[in-house]
């Protein structure tokens, strides 16, 4: 009787432990697409600012005089300019088996092959992005007094999305500070 209860015990526990793993495997995906979001969109404003394509003074958000939105915005194609989060975004077009709309990626079917006609689409619909950016204050060692740095500005990316099976919000963040020189 002992020995059954301790078995027991212990199928319970290797239970458990199993329906955890899955519940990560299932976030995993997901983790990981907001994690490459965040990481493209940083590096589209270092990319804009070191090719010039646009000015220091305009890596801002747009109430404080920039180019960038304000606020969680879904993930639209960076239209003509080239950058994410800008006025100017508009939804993806069509294309394979995506819909038109926010970003979307292409699967691989029952097959396990991508590029073939059993692909399913992932619409990225559950993710928003945004840019918060923000001066730097540099304190005078002399006087205690805090200013802002004009070469330096704090940029912080968070994507969100509404995880998986669970109700529960997710986010990932990247921060990074900017300088106006390459």
């Not at 590096?43 to 305009?58: M, V, W």
Request: overall charge negative.
């Amino acid at each position: 009787m002992i020995a059954v209860v301790v078995m027991c015990v212990g199928i319970l526990t290797v239970v458990a432990a199993f329906a955890t793993a899955v519940a990560a495997t299932q976030n995993a995906e997901e983790n990981l697409i907001a994690r490459q979001k965040a990481l493209e969109t940083m590096e589209s404003i270092f990319t804009a600012r070191n090719t010039q394509q646009i000015k220091f003074s305009q890596i801002a958000n747009i109430p404080s005089g920039g180019i960038f939105t304000a606020g969680p915005t879904p993930l639209w194609d960076a239209g003509t300019d080239g950058l994410l989060n800008t006025a100017d975004d508009i939804p993806f077009p069509a294309s394979g088996v995506c819909p038109a709309g926010p970003e979307c990626i292409t699967l691989p079917g029952p097959d396990g092959i991508l590029g073939t006609a059993d692909d399913v689409p992932m619409s990225l619909a559950n993710f928003t992005r945004e840019i918060q950016i923000a001066d730097v204050l540099e304190v005078d060692p002399t006087t205690g007094i805090a200013s802002v740095d004009p070469n330096l500005k704090q940029v912080t990316v968070i994507v969100s999305y509404q995880g998986g099976t669970s109700s529960v919000p997710r986010s990932y963040t990247v921060n990074a500070l900017i300088s106006a020189f390459r």
